[in-house]
């Protein structure tokens, strides 16, 4: 049973950086890529970021590009989230996800729970 | 970048009822959709992927149809669990956009 579970969110101020982490379990994580979702709590899905099994194929949305960088270490089974000069617009629950696109065509088969990013001055 | 154009944004409902969401994406995607069901508190479920194939485990109450750049989601015989906020998703091997989202509420 694969499981993710995201950590490291709390309340930070404009400007400072924060780093989120996703740690799974119960599955190969180094034959699978992972996503970044965030979700202002009561509005709509944003794709974050994507990271392919190799650890070196990393795609952004242009509005973290610059700012965010994700990576992950395979020996630990953990994806990263490095957010830097966040802005009050960040704020978010973030989502990581397991794609599954080259396994089965489809675009995720597991979700963690989520992890509340909050940025207030 | 693509853009994907969900509607209604809010659909008002009654048990029994067959209801239909619709995708629009501002260029072809061919069969690469994807419709996703949120509820509170909760992360997103998939329910159909490649615009028409039905995720294990989800009732045959939910179909998907759709190619190019129009896609709907369409609820047959609505039942208590189904009301929920939907998505819609365009997704290929390195990204994804999400539509707006739309909220199927009791009527």
């Known amino acids: 049973q694969e499981v993710l579970v995201e950590s490291g969110g709390g309340v930070v101020q404009p400007g400072t950086s924060l780093k989120l982490s996703c740690a799974a379990s119960?599955?190969?994580?180094?034959?699978?890529?992972m996503h970044w979702v965030r979700q202002v709590p009561g509005m709509g899905l944003e794709w974050v970021a994507f990271?392919?099994?190799?650890?070196?194929?990393?795609y952004y949305a242009d509005s973290v590009k610059g700012r965010f960088t994700i990576s992950r270490d395979n020996s630990k089974n953990i994806f990263y989230l490095q957010m830097n000069s966040l802005r009050v617009e960040d704020m978010a629950i973030y989502y990581c996800a397991r794609d599954d696109f080259g396994g089965h065509s489809k675009p995720v088969d597991a979700w963690g729970q989520g992890t509340l990013v909050t940025v207030s001055s | 970048d693509i853009q994907m154009t969900q509607s209604p944004s809010t659909l008002s409902a009654s048990v029994g009822d067959t209801v239909t969401i619709t995708c629009r994406a501002s260029q072809s995607i061919s069969t690469w959709a994807a419709w996703f069901q949120q509820k509170p508190g909760k992360a997103p479920k998939l329910l159909i992927y490649k615009a028409s194939s039905l995720e294990s485990g989800v009732p045959s109450r939910f179909s998907g149809s759709g190619s190019g750049t129009e896609f709907t989601l369409t609820i047959i015989s609505l039942q208590p669990d189904d009301f929920a906020t939907y998505y819609c998703?365009?997704?290929?091997?390195?990204?994804?956009?999400f539509g707006q989202g739309t909220k199927v509420e009791i009527k």
């Open positions: 998703q365009h997704y290929n091997d390195y990204s994804w956009t």
């Open positions: 119960g599955f190969s994580f180094w034959k699978y890529g």
């Open positions: 990271m392919r099994n190799d650890g070196y194929s990393r």
